[in-house]
């Protein structure tokens, strides 16, 4: 049954002056599945007011981790932004979402694809053992405006160390211009093959799952050139390669 806890802020990291991550303890939240979401609120006027988030932070962390924007007249993000460790916070437990490696398909290589704050669900489950030991290529596609909002560089960096032959990053931004980045858009740079043309690898349904997260825009668009490669959305009466959440 689902019932709010209480949770405390423990850190918080600001990538920019946007962009941020809250950690929390919650003692009783029980073990989630990598790639879930749940509810994040705050108490004001005998109310709980709250959004859904997904979990950065790994099943078998011990604390939990969210990465947020404050959105401009958002009843909570703006709140959010302002807390200080040591804070409180609700949190709805249990988490919930379908958004899971349990759900997808065996394959051989899987395309992880985030715009934004939708790179969440995806740390959480490249924070696994399952997903290394599932898959033989595992590509984040990570696409954001400008190159410092791209968060957790340090983090991701250390999965390019510890799995060299496995594991491809693919950082994109689509408002200036970098060396080391992609320029564009996701779903633009599918269509021209640039980001299958950098890892190395093809975007084929014989031997590729791709998840999205992010942007609806980027979501619908990206998965219309993926049927146009050939895949199709993954539903359980009917399996196919891609499987996506919106986050708005």
């Known amino acids: 049954m689902a019932q709010w806890l209480d ?3 423990v850190s918080r990291t ?3 002056d946007h962009l941020f991550s809250l950690r929390f303890s919650c003692a009783d939240f029980p073990k989630f599945t990598a790639g879930q979401f749940t509810k994040v609120g705050v ?3 005998d109310k ?3 959004r859904p988030y997904s979990l950065v932070s790994g099943p078998d962390d011990n604390e939990i981790e969210i990465i947020a924007v404050p959105v401009e007249n958002g009843l909570l993000s703006p709140k959010l932004h302002k807390f200080k460790v040591g804070d409180s916070l609700k949190i ?4 919930t979402g379908f958004l899971i490696l349990d759900e997808v398909p065996k394959s051989r290589d899987l395309w992880l694809m985030a715009t934004g704050t939708g790179v969440g669900p995806f740390l959480s489950i490249l924070a696994t053992e399952q997903v290394w030991q599932n898959y033989e290529n595992i590509i984040l596609v990570y696409g954001a405006r400008y190159d410092d909002d791209i968060a957790y560089k340090k983090l ?3 999965w390019s160390e ?8 693919v950082p994109i931004v689509s408002r200036e211009h970098k060396a080391d980045r992609l320029h564009g858009r996701i779903p633009t740079l599918l269509k021209t093959s640039l980001i299958q ?11 590729s799952q791709v998840m999205l997260c992010g942007n609806p825009a980027m979501i619908e668009e990206a998965t219309q050139t993926l049927m146009e490669l050939g895949l199709s959305k993954h539903l359980r009466r009917s399996p196919g390669q891609i499987s996506l959440e919106r986050y708005w």
Do not use: R
Request: no cysteine.
């Open 7 to 9: 949770a405390k802020v």
């Open 197 to 207: 043309e950098q890892v190395g690898l093809d975007i084929h349904a014989a031997h």
């Open 48 to 50: 709980i007011i709250s």
């Open 14 to 16: 600001d990538w920019n």
């Open 162 to 169: 510890q799995y060299p032959d496995k594991f491809h990053f």
């Open 43 to 45: 108490e004001q006027d």
């Open 92 to 95: 709805m437990s249990p988490a």
């Open 156 to 158: 991701i960096a250390t």
